[in-house]
Structures are given as structure tokens and as C-alpha cells.
């Protein structure tokens, strides 16, 4: 199985910061790379797919790139409902296999 | 709105047998691979298997393979998720997601609220 590993597991924020998640997986997966935003208490929601394409009604200022085993998710400005858990998660092969994700907090 | 809303989840003893429903709606259903991913806090994420649009490509996940059964009745517009021989581990909130492909890429753009299955004596 492909391990999937994001840093950093956490970080604080202020609104307006940029903010920037690295993902790499165990092995090279081309760009078969998507990002999940997740809530509390809520089902993640597809953010990025394959690496850099951005999924229709998710605000432009999220930004994904990267390819082979080293991945960023960008959020150029942070804002107030940007704050959640955010995971990575690998399409190349199965098992599809996902980031331990990366709390983003309120500093 | 499109909408996945599962239903099944609950309180079972280990070995015992459940059931999960998911129920697709707004969206054409048989379009679409459909998956099922589970959560645990201490775990993460984990996907757990996914089946074609036409029931003709089905894959598992190690941990499920021989003790979960997916399907689907696109007449229905439903998913199904058959497990067995559940242990503690398969303790989790199980969603179902729909795939962005008819044959299944991994790639979920839609997700239902999940359901919660709790594995114990």
C-alpha cells in the first residue's frame, strides 16, 4: 500500500495568512493526488483533484501543485471557514490511501 | 441538491452481521462508481470498497476482503455495504461517496453524512 504522509499534522493560522500543507507519498504516484477539506462533525469535501485541478465552487484562492512523491496544498489567504482538517489522498493505485490530515487552528 | 444519505448503522457484537443502505438522489445513479470510506478517530480516513457503475468492477480493501459485501440496485438509486464477521476494528463512521468516473478512479466529489457502526460486546 502506498503510505501517505502530510505535515505538518497542525498548525495556527491567522485570517489573511498563507498557508501551505505538503503531502508525500511512499512511492511516486504521478499526479493522481486529490485534497479533502473536512469540518467538525461533518464528510470531507473534495477540494483538489488530481494535483492541481480545482474542484467547481471551491474559491480560487486554494491551490494545489506538485507531482511524484512531493505535493503542496496552498490556501493563499486564510479565512474564517477555511479552518478544518485537511487531507491528502493517493488515486494512483489501490488501496486509495489517505493523509493522517493537517488541522488548521485559530491562532 | 445532489445527496448520499446512509442509513444501518448501530451497536453489534463482534461477529455479528449489519447492513449499511446508502441512498442516492438529484444525480443519475447508475452513471457513477460508488465507494464506501470509513473514519475512526484513530485511524483516519480508510477507503473500503468501490463498485462500478454496472456492478461489473468491485475491489476491497485487505482489511474488508472476504467479510464485506458491496452492491447495488440502480433501479433503486441505493448502495449497500454487507458486513460480516465484524470485528472491534470495523468500529467507525461509514460514509458513501460517489465517484467522479463511471468505472471508479478514486476520486469522491460527493459525500453522504455517514453513518456510525460500533463494534462491541
Known amino acids: 500500500d502506498i503510505q501517505m504522509t502530510q505535515s505538518p499534522s497542525s498548525l495556527s493560522a491567522s485570517v489573511g495568512d498563507r498557508v501551505t500543507i505538503t503531502c508525500r507519498p511512499s512511492?511516486?504516484?504521478?499526479?493522481?493526488l486529490n485534497w479533502y477539506q473536512q469540518k467538525a462533525g461533518k464528510a470531507p469535501e473534495l477540494l483538489i483533484y488530481?494535483?492541481?485541478s480545482l474542484q467547481s465552487g471551491v474559491p480560487s484562492r486554494f491551490s494545489g501543485s506538485g507531482s511524484g512523491t512531493d505535493f503542496t496544498l496552498t490556501i493563499s489567504s486564510l479565512q474564517p471557514e477555511d479552518f478544518a482538517t485537511y487531507y491528502c489522498q493517493q488515486t494512483y493505485s489501490t488501496p486509495w490511501t489517505f493523509g493522517q490530515g493537517t488541522k488548521v487552528e485559530i491562532k | 441538491e445532489v445527496q448520499l444519505v446512509e442509513s444501518g448503522g448501530g451497536l453489534v457484537q463482534p461477529g455479528r452481521s449489519l447492513r449499511l443502505s446508502c441512498a442516492a438522489s438529484r444525480f443519475t445513479f447508475d452513471d457513477y462508481a460508488m465507494h464506501w470510506v470509513r473514519q475512526t478517530p484513530g485511524k483516519g480516513l480508510e477507503w473500503v470498497s468501490g463498485i462500478g457503475w454496472n456492478s461489473g468492477d468491485i475491489v476491497y480493501a485487505d482489511s474488508v476482503k472476504g467479510r464485506f459485501t458491496i452492491s447495488r440496485d440502480n433501479a433503486k438509486n441505493s448502495l449497500y455495504l454487507h458486513m460480516n464477521s465484524l470485528r472491534p476494528e470495523d468500529s467507525a463512521m461509514y460514509y458513501c461517496a460517489k465517484d467522479i468516473t463511471s468505472s471508479g478512479s478514486g476520486t469522491f466529489d460527493i459525500w453522504g453524512q455517514g453513518t456510525m457502526v460500533t463494534v462491541s460486546s
Open positions: 488530481t494535483a492541481s
Open positions: 512511492q511516486s504516484i504521478s499526479g493522481y
